[in-house]
């Protein structure tokens, strides 16, 4: 009887051990396949940019899955917003591939960290870091700069979805599937489509509360906490008319410095390149000599809102000196230079109404970028004013890029730091 235990252990050993092998090959599969498939996921993601899904031995919907996981878990961690959108063309146009004239002119319209590929054969799909606000206004930008640089495609035919996260959804499921019904949505008079992002929190505070009468020590107190927060809101609204220009409603002068100066931090922190773009308004003295102080301060708001509607929520825009103003913006050098390209064509090409008249004006505009002309605000902000100087001098109208070799060698006025501008 004693030895039944050693006799029952010799015949489950073989046993213990067959499940052993099993455990460690299927241990092994798994450790292969999650390989497998960050490889392949990295893989996508070199190549997505400008190789077709099918050369890959991929699908459409596949290298879309990838780039929507790789846009969500960037946003995510940063804690920004992002627009998926869905750009279709007309029935005659050419079929959309990676090569084809919609996806190269999308790339082109775009800025550098956007992202393009193909949903279907007359889709393209657009990733675009950007706030809701701003997400239709870029779209009919691109789409309008796609039919420019491509006439083959119709403006007219162009239809555009958009889904926002995280105001549309937190999975590329959900960005999808409300992207598709807002390219549906469209029509002629409306190309472009995104639905209204719900806020439900403040939804929640729109709800009406039936009055308490304070007859309580619970509800006198409640009332005195919304007498604070009323105050509260009335500090908010000073503060706020402490930052901002009354006139032109972008950033005082006195506002300018500590504001970019904290942004230019974050770039710097993040190791992201950005531009500080000088723009000086041309003919201002001339409009108040002939025409009044009125009809100066109607170009200069108009100037401004120009500013305000061509870039991005998060682009900082101050009022600099009288008839100045000064961008920074998170982009690199060569979308520095399209961006500078496309405000000076639209403040040349627009007319600005003052007491019933029409008046036009120009801009000068220098651009200094980090890290390229810099490593912080004051070096971009010396750069880009030499820029506009040496501009100034030699009657150029027009933007244009720091250039050592050229604007270093202009004499150039006495230069403030930009941090005594909060003076």
């Known amino acids: 009887m004693q030895l039944l235990p050693l006799t029952i252990a010799v015949q489950l050993d073989p046993m213990t051990s ?14 292969i396949t999650l390989i497998s498939s960050y490889y392949r996921f990295q893989s996508i993601i070199q190549k997505a940019e400008d190789t077709q899904p099918e050369e890959m031995g991929s699908s459409n919907e596949e290298v879309l899955r990838v780039q929507i996981a790789r846009y969500l878990a960037g946003c995510a961690r940063r804690g920004t917003s992002f627009s998926f959108s869905l750009v279709r063309v007309g029935a005659e146009a050419e079929s959309v591939r990676m090569g084809s004239a919609l996806i190269l002119a999308m790339k082109g319209a775009a800025r550098r960290g956007d992202i393009s590929c193909v949903f279907d054969d007359r889709t393209g799909a657009l990733f675009t870091e950007a706030e809701p606000e701003d997400s ?47 390219l549906e949505s469209t029509t002629a008079d409306a190309p472009v489509f995104m639905p209204e992002v719900v806020d439900e929190e403040a939804d929640e505070e729109d ?10 020590d619970e509800a006198i107190a409640a009332a ?26 972008v950033l005082k002068p006195s506002a300018i410095s500590p504001f970019m100066q904290r942004v230019m931090s974050e770039f710097r922190r993040k190791k992201q390149t950005a531009a500080l773009f000088c723009i000086g308004v041309n003919n201002m003295d001339h409009i108040e000599r002939f025409h009044g102080d009125d009809a100066a301060n109607d170009v200069l708001v108009g100037v401004s809102k120009i500013l305000q509607d061509n870039l991005r929520a998060d682009d900082l825009i101050g009022r600099h000196e009288k008839h100045a103003f000064l961008v920074l913006a998170q982009c690199s050098l060569e979308e520095a230079e399209i961006i500078g390209r496309r405000v000076t064509l639209l403040v040349q090409q627009s007319e600005f109404v003052a007491d019933h008249k029409k008046l036009k004006t120009s801009i000068t505009l220098g651009v200094a970028t980090f890290p390229d002309h810099g ?9 880009g004013q030499r820029v506009l100087d040496h501009s100034r001098t030699n009657d150029i109208r027009a933007y244009a890029v720091y250039d050592p070799e050229i604007h270093d060698k202009v004499p150039s006025k006495p230069m403030k730091s930009i941090k005594s501008l909060q003076a």
């Open 136 to 182: 239709e206004l870029i779209l009919s930008r691109v789409i309008a700069e796609v039919a420019k640089t491509r006439p083959e495609i119709s403006l007219d035919e162009m239809r555009v979805g958009i889904a926002s996260y995280p105001g549309h959804g937190l999975s590329g499921r959900e960005l999808i599937q409300t992207a598709t019904e807002a």
């Open 207 to 216: 709800e009406v509360v039936e009055p308490v009468e304070p007859d309580d």
């Open 224 to 249: 005195f906490e919304d007498e604070l927060t009323e105050k509260s809101k009335g500090w908010k609204e000073k503060r706020k008319s402490a930052m901002l220009d009354e006139l032109t409603g």
């Open 18 to 31: 067959a499940l052993g092998v099993l455990a460690a090959i299927l241990l092994s599969f798994v450790t």
């Open 375 to 383: 490593r912080n605000l004051h070096h971009l902000y010396v750069a």
